[in-house]
């Protein structure tokens, strides 16, 4: 009797924390440090492991130097994220000492079993917000198990922090440089953790396809860092995402002279030195004009610069072509038709309703418009957004061409037929354009729509199947706070398995068809430009080919590829 209430007494007390069960997984890095994290559901969990020095003082607006610490690390949970957000002059998101990632083990992984491979995220957020744990959207414990793989979740620096060029002083790409390191750090790592460095898998959404594109652009940086790509929602040469280095120059010295600092000055680096990281923070708070000064919502939409961002104060920043291997030496799709990029199969495409999240940040882009949108609206959209790609003549010569693509009596509304507009001009047919361009160079690519709607879920029902809705599906999570209205039923379970299924064969073997299929999946054919070949993603996958070919040559002829 005394024994069982003994034991009991334990349970209970491990139960509320006052003792452990289980010891804490540890590991032991190459540089001697031991990395101790914490067990959950029998996986081990490290959470806030340094990868680069703390980009402060003389490295603040330079390229991550690698973190050089032997001494022991607790990972145990998350670390600080990268400065995004300033909601006031007292309320700001994140801190400035921020490189650290997250990784998570398959459960019954130790470094004595045989190596696993490694799927490495790279968040998205308009190169403005996110970091690689948000809020437990990023957890990775129900990935790594589902696909017997290690996933690691890196920060990598946003914002001005991480783009923001001033000539001489920097060219704009600390944000993409850290995401490099931090996959430097994999190779030089994961073993540790029972990692296969020669089987990484980079994947990101939105900005962090367009990052993944960078990288899988980038070979002579890039070589051997991964092994494989998929690109969700991802872009490799839009200008609206890439900046050129001139005007990316232009654009910093008109946001350091709002923050008080003059580029063509002699103590500009000191300037931008002494200034405190909410200072610096001039971005998404813009949209927030009624609680910071209006000026700063002034700058973005009619500053007298010569160049001023088109997505504005939504997306200000974003990687600058600067001419370097270890910047961006050119725009990505330029270097995968230059044969550039790196020989690895690549998973790319898009979901189905990807402009519908778009469509109401407009009235803060585009000056003049307005809800609801009219069929003025669209043309001033499109006008906004073409004007600076294929000039205001050629938008105009081409618009009546644009609407028989578009017919409005396809759509319920204006703002539908936008919302179409956007999705292929920013992500579907930039998409086939690089899945044309990386097939002809031998690589194996997988082209996909998502097509999921699971119809109890209302922002499903409001938006479709909108801009980073497969992230729900990969990750195996219903979002931050969203367990009521995300609950996962038979369909939303089996989209869960089936998306999982593609990327954890694509980690394995860089094939998404070898593995064991989970019932009646159909086998993906890969891509060919001559077979324009896709697979709708849904609970009933299906293959077809033509994704939305004739809209897709159309802006394609229209943008001169």
């Not at 703390?54 to 610490?69: S, Y």
């Not at 296969?196 to 980079?202: A, G, M, N, Q």
Request: glycine share 10%; hydrophobic share 40%.
């Amino acid at each position: 009797m005394r024994e069982t209430m003994l034991r009991l007494i334990l349970a209970i007390l491990a139960l509320f924390g006052g003792l452990s069960s289980a010891s804490s997984p540890s590991t032991k890095l190459p540089n001697g440090a031991i990395v101790t994290g914490r067990e959950e559901k029998g996986a081990a969990v490290y959470q806030g492991i340094p990868f680069g020095e703390p980009p402060l003082n003389e490295l603040r607006f330079q390229a991550p130097v690698p973190f050089a610490g032997g001494d022991d690390l607790d990972a145990s949970k998350p670390k600080h994220i990268c400065p995004q957000l300033k909601i006031s002059k007292r309320i700001n998101l994140g801190n400035e000492d921020c490189l650290y990632l997250n990784v998570y083990l398959p459960p019954g992984v130790s470094p004595s079993d045989e190596n696993v491979p490694v799927l490495f995220w790279i968040f998205g957020g308009g190169y403005i917000a996110g970091d690689g744990w948000e809020f437990t959207m990023y957890q990775g414990q129900k990935l790594a198990k589902a696909t017997n793989s290690i996933v690691v979740a890196a920060n990598y620096r946003v914002n001005a922090f991480g783009f923001l060029a001033a000539e001489g002083y920097s060219t704009g790409n600390m944000g993409i440089q850290d995401q490099r390191l931090a996959l430097n750090w994999v190779q030089t790592n994961i073993a540790a953790f029972n990692g296969d460095p020669s089987r990484v898998t980079i994947f990101g959404q939105s900005a962090g396809a367009m990052s993944v594109c960078h990288h899988y652009a980038n070979g002579e940086a890039s070589e051997g860092l991964f092994h494989a790509a998929l690109m969700e929602s991802g872009n490799c040469n839009t200008p609206e995402f890439f900046f050129e280095q001139d005007d990316a120059y232009e654009f910093g010295v008109e946001y350091s002279k709002i923050i008080g600092c003059d580029v063509a000055s002699a103590d500009y680096k000191d300037c931008m030195g002494k200034l405190t990281t909410a200072e610096i923070m001039v971005g998404m708070e813009a949209l927030l004009e009624d609680i910071v000064d209006p000026s700063v919502d002034e700058f973005y939409l009619s500053t007298n610069s010569t160049f001023v961002p088109p997505l504005s104060p939504i997306m200000p920043f974003g990687p600058v072509i600067d001419g370097t291997v270890n910047g961006t030496p050119r725009m990505p799709y330029d270097g995968i038709t230059g044969k550039k990029a790196m020989n690895v199969p690549l998973m790319i495409g898009s979901t189905s309703n990807e402009g519908s999240i778009f469509v109401p940040m407009l009235s803060e882009i585009v000056d003049g418009l307005k809800f609801p949108i009219s069929n003025d609206d669209v043309k001033l959209a499109v006008h906004h957004i073409l004007d600076p790609v294929i000039g205001a003549d050629a938008v105009n010569a081409d618009y009546n061409g644009l609407m028989e693509v578009y017919p409005i009596e396809n759509y319920s509304d204006p703002r539908e037929q936008l919302s179409k507009i956007l999705r292929d001009y920013m992500f579907l047919c930039p998409s086939r354009r690089a899945a044309r361009s990386a097939s002809a160079n031998g690589n194996e690519v997988f082209l996909y729509q998502f097509d999921f709607h699971p119809y109890t879920w209302p922002d499903f029902d409001a938006l479709g199947d909108y801009h980073g809705a497969e992230i729900f599906f990969i990750w195996d999570t219903a979002g931050p706070g969203m367990e009521l209205i995300h609950p996962f039923f038979k369909d939303e379970r089996r989209m869960v398995e089936i998306m999982q299924y593609y990327v954890g064969n694509l980690a394995k073997v860089g094939d998404v068809n070898k593995g064991d299929m989970p019932g009646d999946v159909p086998v993906w054919p890969v891509f060919t430009t001559e077979g324009d070949q896709h697979m709708h993603l849904d609970e009933k996958p299906k293959a077809g080919v033509g994704l939305n070919k004739d809209v897709c040559d159309f802006h394609d002829k229209m943008l001169g590829f």
